[in-house]
């Protein structure tokens, strides 16, 4: 069974740039219904009973056929979420958080600057029709953008996510309204680069 990971912070740690109510519906309501549904999805399939929720993301075909979109929805939206808390911090100092030296030589070999990724990044998130996620993955050591639709995402494509953006309006309608591209560029001041090269470091290692 799956169960909801604490906030690593408070519900309003992320002010001004992402709001306590939207946080607290956001992880205490809607993450909390993607464990539940996956739960209840798995419930009678024991096999599954160890299975992690990465591992689970990579053996959708073997879930039994009439349950595998509730999985496939519920259980992306389990781990989507739970990196998403992640590679957030509250901003302590006011200015743009950055990568360290070292991880910003590696996106700027991929990028060629922090900047044209972050407008890159951006620009796929505007790009994004209805709900979905965008996301820095590790594909075969190299590091590319992408976007999934719904709940899905990159470990169903077998590549690492390191940092994901979730464009779905309940991530920010109750601050930003319709104007996605203000949530985006806000986004960039809660970014926690520090658990992204974490993860950098963790997929180019394995
Ligand atoms: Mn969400």
Known sequence: MYTLPELPYAY?????????ATMQIHH??????YVKNVNDALASL???NNTTIQQLMTQLAQVPEDVR?????????????TLFWTVMAPNISGELRVPSERFATVMDAAFGSLEKFQEQF????????GSGWVWLVVDARKLVIMDTPNQDNPLMAVKT?????DVWEHAY???YQNVRADYVKAWWNVVHWAEVERRY???VQS
């Open 69 to 81: 979109m509730k999985v496939r929805n519920n259980g992306g939206g389990h781990y989507n979420h």
């Open 161 to 165: 996510p390191i940092l994901g953006l």
């Open 173 to 175: 309608y109750l601050k």
């Open 201 to 203: 470091k963790e997929a």
């Open 28 to 33: 205490d309501k809607h993450h909390a219904a």
């Open 12 to 20: 309003n740690a992320l002010e001004p740039y992402i709001d306590a």
């Open 46 to 48: 024991s096999q599954f």
């Open 122 to 129: 951006s620009a796929a998130a505007m790009a994004r029709f």
